[in-house]
T-cell receptor, first 112, second 114 residues
Framework: DAKTTQPTSMDCAEGRAANLPCNHS???????VYWYRQIHSQGPQYIIH???NNETNEMASLIITEDRKSSTLILPHATLRDTAVYYC?????????????FGTGTRLQVTL | GAVVSQHPSRVICKSGTSVKIECRSL??????MFWYRQFPKQSLMLMAT?????????EQGVEKDKFLINHASLTLSTLTVTSAHPEDSSFYIC??????????FGPGTRLTVT
């Protein structure tokens, strides 16, 4: 699976949009971009995923560049409860061999 | 979303003893379950992948005789840490998937070996 690069940490003011970037320049055509987050001492939580098109759900939006070499996760109105480590992962679709490989992620701190 | 539970949430055991951790998918059948380990201030590391009714596939460097995985049904997988030592103290997390796109994670089990 392709390797991803994320900033180590970011700060965001509560109520503002948090934009978390991810580079995945070696992504293959059949690999999806997934985002998970992990709040301290809990299991990871799925946020969103996409292949080519931008995606939006109740938690976030995912913007994937046309060449698919990078993406941005957008939390439109960050709250203190969004403070967590956010992981960008590329992964072949589904199937038993399709592992999630976690990098170091971005530690997002939402402040008052 | 789908729910995955783990039991126990915390366990303390003495060096040399064995500990069993359960992972259950509560409202769906999991074709595949994964076990991860996370040391303090580090990311999750995949230990093994298990499919119901078959032997687990272990990642490189993970001792299969030390970390016994049983996936007896589509809703239950167990991880047994045998002859635990202090260096096995860690946060163990399982996940499950149905063959669809998402993987659902349990809340984790914190193991402390004294």
């Amino acid at each position: 699976d392709a390797k991803t690069t994320q900033p180590t940490s970011m700060d965001c003011a509560e109520g503002r949009a948090a934009n978390l970037p991810c580079n995945h320049s070696t992504i293959s055509g059949n690999e999806y971009v997934y985002w998970y987050r992990q709040i301290h001492s809990q299991g990871p939580q799925y946020i969103i995923h996409g292949l080519k098109n931008n995606e939006t759900n109740e938690m976030a939006s995912l913007i994937i560049t046309e060449d698919r070499k990078s993406s941005t996760l957008i939390l439109p109105h960050a709250t203190l409860r969004d403070t967590a480590v956010y992981y960008c992962i590329v992964r072949r679709g589904t199937g038993t061999a399709s592992k999630l490989t976690f990098g170091t992620g971005t530690r997002l701190q939402v402040t008052l | 979303g789908a729910v995955v539970s783990q039991h126990p949430s915390r366990v303390i055991c003495k060096s040399g003893t064995s500990v069993k951790i359960e992972c259950r998918s509560l409202d769906f059948q999991a074709t595949t379950m994964f076990w991860y380990r996370q040391f303090p201030k580090q990311s999750l590391m995949l230990m093994a992948t298990s499919n119901e009714g078959s032997k687990a596939t272990y990642e490189q460097g993970v001792e299969k005789d030390k970390f016994l995985i049983n996936h007896a049904s589509l809703t239950l997988s167990t991880l047994t840490v045998t002859s635990a030592h202090p260096e096995d103290s860690s946060f163990y997390i399982c996940s499950a998937e149905t063959g669809m796109v998402e993987q659902y994670f349990g809340p984790g089990t914190r193991l402390t070996v004294t």
